[in-house]
């Protein structure tokens, strides 16, 4: 059972919410929360782009960042990165074998992010970071990260969501989401109103210094697509690769926290938030919106009038959570619907989801407009360059809407070179034209006698390599267990690359040897089987299927 299987068998939440499992694991593990600084950030929209903000920020200054966020878009590891990398799965399962005697001991129920955040703050503690970026999943008092003891919280823009845990009233939310306050520690929002007042209280109760941003007085400028936005706040001016009007709240937000933590003022932001209005495709234009309540559809449909004339058209596929109420969301979205629209409701990309035709029938009570209902790989077929195209109601859906756009976009082609070394065939390139994102062995392309796979290595993980004895190219790469071993390799084909220069001491010329990946992305580890004396020559072919069909390839 791997860490994924393991960890789904626990409930997300209960209804008698307490910190009282959180605090046990941590104490079983030896308190790894209390090895770092923080910063905590809670609220209802905008908490993920002021992690993004402060952690690429705080990067800048040459400091070894955590970053903890909720939820993950694609893939679990996004829970916890440190500058930008995320946890690997060997490190998940080599934190986790320490605290499963820890969960199985446990005289109370132990949640699933209960076990997450642990893990989170165990990894941060282990690479011993200079300071975590921690976002809140949901409300604040009872949530499982509320054991820290920032050096600043933020609290970011509170709106309705969530009713059926967090209350029914804004001045029930905004309590949820003040629980973080800490004794004396300063606090940051632009909350106004209701929300404000419970935040001024707590923060009083709590003799914490509270700085209050006034959104009125941001302004913004430069709404491109291509250019980083201009915000000004606070008599300067700041630039940000974040996208939308709302943004500028923000990313005053992140201006203020990094003030009250110390920081030199840092005038511009290299934000990499992924589903945030993100450009996924320029070609056809495919842009993705995690927004899925009210206000954040509020802000998704004013983004688009603000980057997109009125004349220019629109296709939009909407998707929707089955455990979110659509009915405020869809009323916002007929509120800021953009001429020349064609809206198209699909039911995702699994049974969690509500049915097309449920998202229909709520929009249609607030609006005429003509809709669509269709399968979600239909919807997106649909987006195909003759307008621009949005999605929009769910991060589930990023991953799919990503995978289309790599499987459609790019040419469905592989070319492999094969030279002659010294009497033997070595494939000395391979350009695959679809970006693969996976963990796994998989057969990419199978034709002209060849099969190759591809895994990848990913941060932090073993390969073994053997260097040719004559040449500075790998002579074969192996990953897996059982793999790291001498021998002919009578089913594969050599395969030639070069040898990065700081690797090339560690692994002379006719070795085999185990190395690890210490740089900051995955490294595509591809494997060719097939005949020992295969002609030499370049190969084209189409990119295999899922099951490793191939349409036609040639040999030049």
């Known amino acids: 059972m791997n860490y994924f299987e393991y960890l789904g068998q626990f409930l997300m939440m209960t209804r008698d919410p307490s910190l009282d499992g959180t605090l046990y694991l941590l104490s079983g593990v030896g308190d790894p929360h209390k090895k770092f600084r923080s910063v905590h950030v809670a609220g209802t929209n905008g908490k993920g782009s002021v992690v993004e903000t402060l952690a690429s920020a705080l990067q800048t200054e040459k400091m070894r960042v955590g970053k903890f966020i909720s939820p993950y878009i694609t893939r679990f590891n996004e829970y916890m990165s440190i500058n930008g990398v995320d946890i690997t799965d060997a490190e998940i399962e080599m934190h986790l074998a320490k605290l499963k005697p820890i969960i199985e001991s446990a005289p109370m129920e132990i949640k699933y992010f209960e076990i997450v955040t642990v893990l989170a703050f165990m990894h941060f503690a282990h690479h011993n970071v200079d300071i975590a970026v921690v976002e809140v999943g949901m409300g604040g008092t009872h949530d499982c990260t509320n054991v820290i003891t920032p050096e600043v919280a933020v609290i970011t823009q509170i709106h309705f969501d969530h009713k059926e845990v967090l209350g029914l009233t804004i001045e029930e939310i905004a309590g949820k989401k003040a629980g973080i306050i800490k004794q004396g520690v300063p606090v940051v929002t632009a909350n106004t109103g209701e ?86 495709s320029k070609k056809p234009l495919i842009i993705f919106d995690g927004a899925h309540n009210a206000n954040s559809i509020a802000g998704f449909t004013a983004m688009v009038s603000d980057y997109f004339e009125p004349e220019i058209r629109k296709l939009l596929i909407v998707s929707m959570l089955s455990k979110k109420d659509p009915g405020e969301a869809m009323q916002q979205l007929a509120l800021g619907l953009s001429p020349n629209t064609e809206i198209i409701f699909t039911g995702g990309v699994g049974d969690e989801f509500h049915k097309a035709e449920t998202l229909q029938s709520s929009f249609a009570k607030f609006s005429e407009h003509p809709t669509l209902c269709a399968e979600f790989a239909d919807a997106l077929a649909r987006a195909d360059g003759t307008r621009a195209a949005f999605v929009v109601g769910s991060f589930k859906t990023f991953g799919a809407v990503k995978n289309f756009v790599y499987n459609r976009g790019k040419e469905d082609s592989i070319m492999i070179e094969i030279k002659d070394m010294g009497g033997m065939p070595f494939v000395m390139k391979i350009e695959d034209a679809v970006e693969q994102n996976t963990n796994y062995r998989k057969t990419i392309w199978t034709g002209e006698s060849l099969q190759v796979t591809m895994m990848s290595i990913e941060p932090g993980e073993e390969m073994g390599v053997e260097v040719h004895p004559e040449h500075d190219q790998f002579y074969r790469i192996e990953k897996g267990e059982g793999l790291f071993q001498a021998g002919p390799a009578r089913d594969k084909l050599n395969y030639a690359v070069p040898i990065k220069s700081d690797w090339a001491a560690m692994v002379p010329k006719g070795t085999w040897h185990n190395i690890t990946n210490t740089g900051m992305r995955a490294i595509k580890l591809y494997t060719v089987y097939g005949p020992a004396h295969h002609p030499v020559g370049t190969i084209h072919a189409t990119r295999a299927d899922d099951q490793g069909h191939h349409d036609e390839a040639e040999t030049v």
Do not use: C, Y
Not at 195 to 202: A, D, N, P, T, W
Not at 224 to 247: N, S, Y
């Open 195 to 280: 929300s404000l007042e419970v935040i001024r209280r707590q923060a009083a109760d709590m003799n914490s210094p509270l700085t209050i941003i006034d959104p009125a007085l941001i302004n913004v400028e430069n709404l491109r697509i291509d250019k980083p936005m201009v915000v000004h706040f606070a008599g300067e001016k700041f630039k940000t690769t974040l996208r939308g009007r709302h943004q500028g709240v923000n990313t005053a937000l992140a201006v203020e926290a990094l003030r009250l933590l110390g920081m030199k003022k840092i005038k511009e932001f290299r934000v990499n938030h992924p589903a945030r209005f993100d450009v996924i």
